[in-house]
């Protein structure tokens, strides 16, 4: 007989509970390895660029559901009920994502709860590391951090396809219905390691000024943040300006952009723990469309497919219960 079925039920209950909602610790950078990594297919992102250099892992997690079931009858049929009845119906998940100085990044999921395609809070870190010698993809160049004629620099790429291809597919890529996330909450957490400064070749304070405004570092950085939140403040504020570039949904960005009013209800980025920026989707979309993200030929068509667009997408909202 197992032991646990010595113990009261509502204790078991509470046991396999909490199995089922345990988090995988993040993983060292040292144990990483390319052989149990892989590229998911631009396809399943959209994205234009250096979608080589976002390492998926290989295998998904282990399902502990599978294990319990195989303890005996009673365990197993009680795992079941409280799989369905106390594991929420839109369960949250957490992904730690490590960003390489060598521009390559690394999604292992922490949580996965449940197979869902409505999702609660996904809780995304980003850890920033070195590159250890055996990961070394290849030194980034001063173009990955310049944006080109109308599109963003290469390296927003490496944000954009594990966030889209969740989106569109699920954590493994397997999904084709893909996910609706109600809320989006991007931790960037201080660096451990020194030396991280400068993140690349080129870093992100010297980018042209509508990317990363050097007054903002002035007075918001200089003298109040410890060295170790630096790089994090960095790094967060670069991404937030190309999801709000992406929003946009100008002529450039507009295929890319659609998917996250489409499938996420509300995004927030965080820095150690703090919160820096609410990017206020519903407020945004509310706004669309401008008129200038329409060009000259084919302006009426343009503007009658988008307008269906967005009225498809706050129906989705809705349904979903996004904030509209």
């Known amino acids: 007989m197992s032991l646990l079925l010595s113990i009261p039920r509502e204790i078991r209950y509470k046991i396999l509970e909490l199995v089922f909602l345990i988090s995988r610790q993040p993983p060292s950078p040292d144990t990483l390895q390319k052989a149990n990594r892989k590229n998911f297919p631009k396809r399943f992102s959209g994205s234009w660029r250096s979608w ?7 295998d998904p997690i282990h399902n502990t559901l599978l294990s319990v079931l195989l303890v005996n009858h009673q365990i197993s049929a009680e795992a079941k009920y409280i799989f369905l009845r106390r594991i929420p119906s839109n369960p949250d998940y957490k992904l730690d994502l490590i960003f390489f100085k060598d521009c390559t990044v690394w999604p292992t999921w922490l949580s996965v709860p449940k197979m869902e395609q409505n999702i609660g809070t996904v809780h995304a870190q980003f850890r920033i ?11 980034p160049k001063k173009s990955m951090y310049r944006p080109g004629c109308g599109e963003p620099p290469p390296i927003v790429w490496l944000f954009y396809h594990p966030l889209a291809s969740f989106l569109k597919r699920g954590p493994w890529g397997n999904n084709e219905s893909g996910v609706m996330i109600k809320k989006l909450v991007i931790n960037f957490l201080p660096v451990s390691e020194p030396k991280i400064l400068p993140l690349g070749p080129l870093d ?48 450039h960005q507009r295929t890319v952009g659609k998917v996250l009013y489409e499938r996420v209800g509300e995004i927030e980025i965080l820095v150690d723990g703090q919160l820096a920026w609410c990017l206020g989707l519903s407020e945004r979309f509310s706004k669309l469309p401008d008129s200038d993200i329409f060009t000259s030929n084919n302006r009426e068509d343009e503007k009658k497919r988008f307008l269906q667009w967005m009225d498809s997408t706050l129906q989705r909202r809705k349904i979903a219960g996004f904030p509209v």
């Open 52 to 58: 080589k250099r976002v390492w998926f892992e290989q």
């Open 129 to 139: 590391f070195n590159a250890p010698d055996h990961l070394v993809t290849s030194p």
């Open 204 to 251: 992100f304070e010297d980018l042209d000024d509508d990317l990363n405004p050097k007054d903002f570092f002035r007075t918001q950085i200089s003298g109040q943040m410890s060295n170790d939140v630096i790089p994090a403040m960095y790094l967060a504020n670069f991404v937030q300006k190309q999801l709000i570039y992406l929003l946009l949904l100008g002529i």
